[in-house]
């Protein structure tokens, strides 16, 4: 049997295929289609299918990332939304926390509410914070409103009352009223997509999820039926936030949770491979066609986050902590009014692309200037199914940049890729120096179509001393969605102190939760020996406003002070200091529902052939200033056996990527095939300010001003 993982990314959508029975795998890639995500999917696993000749009935699963409600909310094209509040607080969304989006640019101002005011309709209702009704539900007044939208046309209705999370009862009734009045609209309720306090977050996640509910339902619509039409039986999981799959009805019942879906399936795969081969700290660095996405791993776990924002818009589900920036082989090159260069954020995307694919491409990119330096394959990329134009990518380059600049080609095109490598470090030091890591101690991990290219010289800005490069990194996200688990996180606020007397209470919320965990897992078909369950307390000392996370074993076999060791413990590990003595405050139970997937182990590298073997020719290859065009070895990675030494000025390729070698660097393939990069010239990181100063100057001297 075969397992099928599948990302669809804003330029490529990506597939990977795993023989179960002895682990072997597959790669393939086919052009992403925006107008319907769903026509790559099925072209990508027809191909596979064909090409393989495995029959659709050997397919045992499938699993896939999107984009789609990221998207929805990054262009703000979701479905209208109507809100349903408790009177006096229809202005918390606008309110928000009463902060500015930048401090001191006052240019920078916040997104559009999603919802007008005009759809904001008030109730009477209220529960008290420990859940006692105060006022009653007027049934009248819901039912009214809901008649409000529906003549308003509105086909998303977001009910969110003032502590629900403690007392679901008036939202519930509230729903089945909106649900007589509008019986097709999609309904988003906060206690059952953030059954947590903190009003505003809730409200806003609650908000985002309806808005992007009835596209992402159609999306999947689509996507399920073409998976059908080519005889798949099985029915396909959506990877989301945190790194686990869901299946594709509780998708629709909470697609705000797959914001960062295939993003995050590949910091998943990356701890996976990075734990197989020993390396179990990474930087991951994943650079597609529209934006490179950085996180950290650290001891073999990703680093998991509650709160972020996209697009603006406050996010409250637990997620992979995953920084994004708009820079990737699509994003544009373009001057500003004082006559400097930029790049990005905004991108040629997979339509109409690069100027070099030749699809109609009309401006400068980042892939353009790689194929002028011939970094890229000056004649053809995914391993000959795609032919590239590199004259015009060098005249685009030429028009738009060296000439209004005053530059040579290569001095334009080199420009771009330095600025765009400056913006990508930004982005890994903000994960990780920022946090208090020391990057001399991790590796960096690239994958994505464009993350080899840039690896070495991204590595070498921020202190790094070794890149790794898996198999086919272009497919890695897709890759990862088969290393990793079925999973939904339940969280409960219970606002309590730590004592002898509360701990009942806080034990009981978490049986509570494994009540709500056993009814999903075996909604999702998951098994009882499959089964797992990881809790965790939010908690803080009284007085504070932020919480730090506890990891539990067993919560029923706690007291509560080993509880309060534990806590001491975390806090000093996250804020460097502890209050013995201090009251403990409770705030989030959290439980996190895993269902165990069968995992095809990695496999082993070929043996049986010699570095001559891979071989393919020679080019010429600009590798900067200090060297140059240099006569540049090219070998086809899939030649490469396991213990294979490659010394620079070199470039490996591969269907879904390519690495790039400098003159001073080296590189092994390990057991399992993933190319271990050494940097033979590494600044040391106390270094790197001094190195980011000549960058600076002789960025300067070429005229390219970030």
Same mark, same amino acid.
């Given at each position: 049997?075969?397992?099928?993982?599948?990302?669809?990314?804003?330029?490529?959508?990506?597939?990977?295929?795993?023989?179960?029975?002895?682990?072997?795998?597959?790669?393939?890639?086919?052009?992403?289609?925006?107008?319907?995500?769903?026509?790559?999917?099925?072209?990508?696993?027809?191909?596979?299918?064909?090409?393989?000749?495995?029959?659709?009935?050997?397919?045992?699963?499938?699993?896939?990332?999107?984009?789609?409600?990221?998207?929805?909310?990054?262009?703000?094209?979701?479905?209208?939304?109507?809100?349903?509040?408790?009177?006096?607080?229809?202005?918390?969304?606008?309110?928000?926390?009463?902060?500015?989006?930048?401090?001191?640019?006052?240019?920078?101002?916040?997104?559009?509410?999603?919802?007008?005011?005009?759809?904001?309709?008030?109730?009477?209702?209220?529960?008290?914070?420990?859940?006692?009704?105060?006022?009653?539900?007027?049934?009248?007044?819901?039912?009214?409103?809901?008649?409000?939208?529906?003549?308003?046309?509105?086909?998303?209705?977001?009910?969110?009352?003032?502590?629900?999370?403690?007392?679901? @009862?008036?939202?519930?009734?509230?729903?089945?009223?909106?649900?007589?009045?509008?019986?097709?609209?999609?309904?988003?309720?906060?206690?059952?997509?953030?059954?947590?306090?903190?009003?505003?977050?809730?409200?806003?996640?609650?908000?985002?999820?309806?808005?992007?509910?009835?596209?992402?339902?159609?999306?999947?619509?689509?996507?399920?039926?073409?998976?059908?039409?080519?005889?798949?039986?099985?029915?396909?999981?959506?990877?989301?936030?945190?790194?686990?799959?869901?299946?594709?009805?509780?998708?629709?019942?909470?697609?705000?949770?797959?914001?960062?879906?295939?993003?995050?399936?590949?910091?998943?795969?990356?701890?996976?491979?990075?734990?197989?081969?020993?390396?179990?700290?990474?930087?991951?660095?994943?650079?597609?066609?529209?934006?490179?996405?950085?996180?950290?791993?650290?001891?073999?776990?990703?680093?998991?986050?509650?709160?972020?924002?996209?697009?603006?818009?406050?996010?409250?589900?637990?997620?992979?902590?995953?920084?994004?920036?708009?820079?990737?082989?699509?994003?544009?090159?373009?001057?500003?009014?004082?006559?400097?260069?930029?790049?990005?954020?905004?991108?040629?995307?997979?339509?109409?692309?690069?100027?070099?694919?030749?699809?109609?491409?009309?401006?400068?990119?980042?892939?353009?200037?790689?194929?002028?330096?011939?970094?890229?394959?000056?004649?053809?990329?995914?391993?000959?199914?795609?032919?590239?134009?590199?004259?015009?990518?060098?005249?685009?380059?030429?028009?738009?940049?060296?000439?209004?600049?005053?530059?040579?080609?290569?001095?334009?095109?080199?420009?771009?890729?330095?600025?765009?490598?400056?913006?990508?470090?930004?982005?890994?030091?903000?994960?990780?120096?920022?946090?208090?890591?020391?990057?001399?101690?991790?590796?960096?991990?690239?994958?994505?179509?464009?993350?080899?290219?840039?690896?070495?010289?991204?590595?070498?800005? #921020?202190?790094?001393?070794?890149?790794?490069?898996?198999?086919?990194?272009?497919?890695?996200?897709?890759?990862?969605?088969?290393?990793?688990?079925?999973?939904?996180?339940?969280?409960?606020?219970?606002?309590?102190?730590? @004592?002898?007397? @509360?701990?009942?209470?806080?034990?009981?919320?978490?049986?509570?939760?494994?009540?709500?965990?056993?009814?999903?897992?075996?909604?999702?078909?998951?098994?009882?020996?499959?089964?797992?369950?990881?809790?965790?307390?939010?908690?803080?000392?009284?007085?504070?406003?932020?919480?730090?996370?506890?990891?539990?074993?067993?919560?029923?076999?706690?007291?509560?002070?080993?509880?309060?060791?534990?806590?001491?413990?975390?806090?000093?590990?996250?804020?460097?200091?502890?209050?013995?003595?201090?009251?403990?405050?409770?705030?989030?139970?959290?439980?996190?529902?895993?269902?165990?997937?069968?995992?095809?182990?990695?496999?082993?590298?070929? @043996?049986?052939?010699?570095?001559?073997?891979?071989?393919?020719?020679?080019?010429?290859?600009?590798?900067?200033?200090?060297?140059?065009? #240099?006569?540049?070895?090219?070998?086809?990675?899939?030649?490469?056996?396991?213990?294979?030494?490659?010394?620079?000025?070199?470039?490996?390729?591969?269907?879904?990527?390519?690495?790039?070698?400098?003159?001073?660097?080296?590189?092994?393939?390990?057991?399992?095939?993933?190319?271990?990069?050494?940097?033979?010239?590494?600044?040391?990181?106390?270094?790197?300010?001094?190195?980011?100063?000549?960058?600076?100057?002789?960025?300067?001297?070429?005229?390219?001003?970030?």
């Amino acid at each position: 049997m075969y397992r099928i993982g599948i990302d669809v990314g804003g330029t490529f959508t990506d597939f990977t295929m795993i023989d179960e029975s002895v682990g072997d795998v597959k790669f393939h890639k086919v052009p992403s289609t925006p107008h319907d995500p769903s026509e790559a999917i099925e072209r990508g696993i027809a191909d596979l299918l064909r090409k393989h000749g495995i029959a659709a009935g050997q397919i045992s699963h499938v699993g896939h990332g999107t984009t789609v409600a990221t998207n929805l909310i990054i262009e703000r094209k979701g479905s209208p939304v109507g809100l349903i509040t408790t009177r006096g607080f229809r202005d918390i969304l606008e309110i928000g926390r009463q902060t500015r989006p930048h401090l001191f640019d006052y240019a920078v101002g916040k997104p559009p509410v999603l919802v007008p005011r005009m759809h904001r309709l008030e109730v009477d209702e209220r529960m008290s914070a420990r859940g006692e009704v105060l006022v009653p539900l007027d049934e009248d007044a819901v039912r009214r409103a809901a008649e409000t939208l529906r003549d308003a046309g509105i086909d998303a209705v977001t009910v969110c009352f003032l502590h629900a999370y403690c007392n679901p @009862s008036h939202e519930q009734r509230a729903k089945a009223i909106v649900r007589e009045v509008l019986p097709t609209a999609y309904l988003s309720i906060s206690s059952e997509v953030l059954p947590e306090f903190r009003e505003y977050e809730r409200l806003s996640t609650t908000v985002l999820n309806a808005a992007v509910g009835p596209r992402m339902a159609r999306y999947l619509d689509r996507f399920l039926e073409r998976v059908r039409a080519l005889g798949v039986a099985q029915a396909p999981f959506t990877i989301h936030s945190n790194g686990g799959l869901m299946s594709a009805s509780s998708v629709r019942q909470f697609p705000v949770r797959t914001c960062l879906s295939g993003p995050a399936a590949g910091v998943v795969g990356a701890a996976a491979v990075g734990r197989a081969i020993g390396r179990p700290d990474l930087v991951t660095f994943d650079v597609g066609g529209t934006s490179t996405d950085v996180s950290l791993i650290s001891g073999g776990r990703p680093l998991f986050t509650s709160n972020r924002q996209v697009a603006g818009y406050p996010v409250k589900t637990p997620m992979v902590d995953i920084h994004v920036i708009g820079a990737g082989g699509g994003s544009i090159a373009w001057l500003d009014g004082a006559g400097s260069l930029k790049v990005g954020p905004h991108s040629a995307g997979a339509v109409p692309g690069p100027v070099g694919y030749g699809r109609g491409g009309t401006e400068p990119t980042i892939t353009d200037a790689e194929i002028t330096l011939h970094r890229l394959n000056p004649d053809v990329l995914l391993k000959g199914r795609m032919a590239v134009d590199a004259s015009a990518a060098r005249e685009i380059i030429t028009a738009r940049v060296a000439q209004p600049l005053g530059l040579s080609v290569e001095d334009a095109a080199e420009g771009i890729i330095r600025i765009v490598n400056a913006n990508m470090s930004r982005a890994i030091r903000a994960v990780s120096t920022e946090r208090g890591y020391d990057l001399s101690r991790f590796a960096l991990f690239a994958y994505g179509g464009a993350g080899p290219l840039h690896a070495v010289e991204v590595a070498e800005e #921020c202190g790094i001393p070794t890149v790794i490069v898996p198999q086919e990194p272009g497919t890695m996200c897709a890759r990862g969605i088969l290393l990793t688990d079925i999973s939904f996180d339940f969280v409960r606020s219970l606002i309590v102190q730590v @004592s002898s007397r @509360s701990w009942p209470a806080i034990a009981s919320a978490f049986r509570e939760l494994q009540a709500d965990a056993l009814a999903w897992l075996s909604g999702e078909s998951v098994e009882e020996p499959r089964r797992r369950y990881v809790c965790a307390i939010d908690a803080r000392y009284d007085g504070q406003n932020f919480e730090v996370q506890v990891a539990l074993d067993d919560s029923q076999q706690l007291t509560a002070a080993d509880f309060e060791q534990r806590f001491h413990e975390a806090h000093t590990r996250e804020y460097g200091y502890q209050v013995p003595g201090r009251a403990i405050q409770v705030i989030n139970c959290r439980l996190q529902a895993v269902g165990q997937v069968i995992k095809a182990p990695l496999a082993a590298a070929r @043996s049986d052939t010699t570095l001559a073997d891979a071989r393919t020719g020679s080019r010429e290859v600009y590798h900067g200033k200090a060297h140059g065009w #240099c006569a540049t070895a090219v070998y086809d990675r899939d030649l490469l056996s396991a213990g294979t030494r490659i010394e620079g000025p070199a470039v490996i390729e591969e269907m879904s990527s390519t690495t790039v070698l400098g003159p001073l660097h080296r590189a092994t393939v390990d057991a399992y095939g993933t190319l271990i990069i050494s940097l033979a010239a590494q600044p040391r990181a106390s270094a790197a300010p001094t190195r980011a100063k000549q960058a600076r100057t002789a960025v300067r001297s070429m005229k390219v001003f970030q």
